[in-house]
């Protein structure tokens, strides 16, 4: 297989090709996801919780992540590559591009920011330094206390619209994919149709042009809790690499998300 490209992937959306992709966070379950042809992997800040057995993302570094990034990239041969940037390494321009030098010095082609419009400056100055950018939008984990726990977002009206706008003014601002978590499923759909980037979602219905899995939820191996929008794949094949294929033959053909593992207001 040939290394996956930002254009492949902009393809996919196109066709209606479902991109698939999951968490990992070293080289041996990077190879095995690579083997399976998994579209995109992501160095998640969910390490903190999936890994270090904390209860937020908030105590993750850039130092961890990279360590992890440095992991998989040696695992890996065609997957894409996106590796997260920790709670507050991205609050001004200037510690933004410095700390998304360290993830992509590490082996990622692009590093994931959580939030809205806020973020246009840093985009926009990441990209025209040379880093691809990915958004997060919806439950973002890192605003978990602004939150008040985590929960599905943009149910009224008024916050989905304005969720539109913040996803509208990200892709206008030069991010190249968005992740969209936990929200009702008519918004996961609004925003994939409205954008020209790939929309890769999770607990944001079927609907999107992907989907993501934390690796430790599709096993069933997660230390704390299995959110509603994930599935025990391992479960029903009692096979790892099945597990894997499963779950991409399931998103492949719409299966995956079904309506128990989305949000329909
Ligand atoms: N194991 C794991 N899986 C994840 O998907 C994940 C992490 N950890 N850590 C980082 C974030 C945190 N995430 C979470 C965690 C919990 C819920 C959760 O319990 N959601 C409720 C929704 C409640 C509501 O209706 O508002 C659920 O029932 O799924 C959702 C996302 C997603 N990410
Ligand atoms: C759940 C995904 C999208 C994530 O951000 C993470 O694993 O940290
Ligand atoms: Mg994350």
Not at 35 to 46: C, F, K, T
Not at 89 to 107: C, F, H, I, K
Request: charged letters at 20%.
């Amino acid at each position: 297989m040939k290394k996956m490209t930002i254009s492949t992937l902009v393809k996919q959306k196109q066709n209606g090709d479902k991109i698939t992709a999951l968490t990992a966070y070293d080289a041996s379950f990077a190879k095995l996801f690579d083997e399976q042809n998994v579209d995109v992997l992501l160095i998640g800040d969910s390490l903190g919780m999936v890994l270090q057995g904390q209860d937020s993302t908030l105590p993750v570094t850039t130092a961890e992540v990279a360590y992890h990034t440095r992991s998989v990239a040696a695992g890996v041969n065609a997957a894409f590559v996106i590796a997260d940037m920790p709670f507050m390494s991205y609050s001004t321009p200037a510690q933004a591009y410095e700390n998304a030098g360290q993830l992509m010095a590490a082996g990622a082609s692009m590093v994931k920011l959580e939030g809205g419009a806020w973020l246009c400056e840093t985009i926009t100055g990441l990209k025209q330094r040379g880093v691809p950018v990915c958004g997060h939008l919806g439950l973002t984990p890192q605003s978990v206390n602004v939150f008040g726990g985590f929960k599905v977002q943009g149910r009224e009206d008024d916050k989905a619209r304005q969720l539109i706008e913040d996803a509208l003014a990200l892709e206008a601002a030069g991010a190249q994919m968005l992740v969209l978590e936990c929200v009702p499923t008519k918004l996961g759909k609004a925003v994939t149709d409205q954008l020209s980037i790939p929309v890769i979602g999770i607990g944001a219905g079927v609907h999107t042009d992907g989907q993501i899995l934390v690796m430790h939820d599709m096993f069933g191996v997660s230390a704390n809790y299995m959110p509603k929008f994930s599935k025990n794949y391992l479960a029903e094949t009692g096979d790892l690499r099945k597990a894997v294929a499963l779950y991409i033959e399931q998103v492949k053909n719409g299966q995956f998300p079904g309506p128990e593992h989305s949000f329909d207001k």
